[in-house]
């Protein structure tokens, strides 16, 4: 896979265009979906009522090199428990829009203090049926991460991650969830596996900038 990205600013510029058209949306979503052997949940059904959450792509240069966050949620009887997702979190009443979910959820999580005026565009939602939830995927370009401070409560541990290695990683692995064993089309850095949800929002930017 080649990408025409050489920095930040080419990034933002081919970002820009593609925000302004069309996206992939479910014809990227859908090939992340992992392999249930039966019940698989019904990611593109628009009867089921979900409620309204965000999560945070925050992308940045460093050392040439053009970064992202994610962390690995704790272990919890959720039913994202350790897996490894962008920060985010639904929508509280007292939040003006999602944007405002998306960063704010950012900064009680890892202590990312992003303002508004970073906020480029967002990617098409991603339906999940076993949380109930309809995450809007919103994007932020910065200039530097800064320091980053983990909320123990929710967050296990925080990841700076090369995005263009992270992209290129896709493949399919097996991964744990429910008690049971599923080949999951993934991404992968270190040795965490990028799954699901989080999957299926990496492969739609994949599809605009490859």
Known sequence: MSYKIKNIKS?????????????????AQEKMIPFFPDNEPE???????????????????????????????????????????????????TDSDLIHTALREAEEEVGLEIQRKSYLGSLTPVRIPISKYNVLPVICLIENVGELITCEAEVRNVFVVDLLDLLASEGIRQVSARKITLDAPSFAFGNQIVWGATAMVLKELKEMIS
């Open 43 to 93: 990611y593109f059904n628009y009867d089921q009522t979900l409620r309204d959450a965000a999560v945070l792509i925050c992308l940045f240069e460093d050392n040439k090199r053009i970064k992202t966050v994610l962390i690995e949620r704790v272990q919890d009887s959720g039913p994202h428990s350790g897996q490894i997702a962008f920060p985010g979190g639904r929508k509280d009443d």
């Open 11 to 27: 990034l933002e510029e081919l970002l820009f265009d593609k925000l302004s058209k069309k996206l992939p949306g479910m014809s």
